[in-house]
């Protein structure tokens, strides 16, 4: 093994909210992260520009989803929408945070939404988020904002749905790489003892299996008791996630810096799984 995995330090959380399910799943486990951790919280309501902008137009159209009846949108109600909006997300964030009495902010920002999910992100080690949030789409897979974070943030993410907690299995891909040693060790830290932790070994042959066990053995030393390895052949996104699919779900880390996984693959893989994700980045 070269070298010890450098650890992830998160002393700050940010956590965007817009009180959809997936929304409130994200605020509790950065909750739960940040006491664990001892980090701090900041949470981020974002006021939709775009939405702002386009109730302000004439010909703007508001259809209601169960009845389908249209009427013109009302650039009025829609203000009033956002205040009552940030006003839930605010008491539902303070609510959380003094729940698990950890320090905290909260922001409520206008703009673009991915831009400034992003841009507040960029001053801490961990942004938080719904897979999907308020907006209906007609595709599984992430919300639009989550795929942008994916993709463009520079800071660790955490892509969580409803349902999942911390006590969650640990799903972690590693095939040796730094990213991956990292990877692995993030999954450590944050495991309890009786957390199930699974390690899907990439390798293309048994001897590769072997010594990729033999590494994360070394890493995982008296961490954790219940431990399961998988031996995954593949380094295709649909080939890993059918194997991902196999095991109990669970919270899945990984990086998108590793030798055997492409980064692509990686947010193809992120997308398709129904998982919730920890995606850990390089050290700034």
């Not at 008791?225 to 996630?241: G, N």
Request: proline share 4%.
């Amino acid at each position: 093994m070269t070298g010890a995995p450098k650890k992830l330090t998160i002393k700050r959380i940010a956590v965007a909210i817009d009180c959809s399910p997936h929304s409130r799943a994200s605020l509790s486990a950065a909750a739960e992260i940040a006491g664990l951790l001892q980090a701090e919280l900041l949470g981020i309501f974002v006021e939709d520009i775009n939405l702002i902008r386009m109730a302000e137009l004439p010909f703007s159209q508001e259809i209601h989803l169960h009845t389908a009846r249209s009427e013109p949108l009302d650039s009025l109600k829609l203000e009033r929408l956002l205040k009552l909006q940030a006003k839930e997300a605010h008491e539902l964030f303070m609510q959380t945070a003094e729940r698990f009495g950890i320090p905290h902010t909260f922001r409520k920002l206008r703009g673009l939404v991915s831009a400034e999910v992003l841009a507040a992100a960029l001053e801490t080690d961990l942004l938080a988020m719904g897979r999907s949030g308020r907006t209906p789409v007609c595709r599984k897979g992430l919300g639009s904002t989550a795929r942008k974070a994916v993709k463009e943030a520079k800071t660790n993410i955490l892509l969580t749905k409803s349902g999942f907690t911390v006590n969650s299995p640990l799903l972690v891909i590693y095939d040796g790489s730094p990213g991956a040693k990292r990877a692995l060790e993030t999954a450590l830290g944050l495991a309890r003892r009786e957390t199930v932790l699974h390690v899907f070994l990439v390798g293309q042959n048994a001897r590769k299996h072997a010594v990729l066990r033999e590494e994360a053995e070394i890493i995982i030393g008296e961490r954790t008791a219940k431990i399961e390895f998988h031996m995954i052949p593949w380094t295709d996104s649909t080939m890993l996630a059918q194997c991902i699919h196999m095991t109990e779900p669970g919270l899945l880390v990984l990086s998108d810096n590793t030798e055997t996984i492409d980064s692509e693959i990686v947010y193809r893989l992120i997308d398709t799984t129904d998982y919730p994700v920890l995606l850990v980045r390089d050290s700034r």
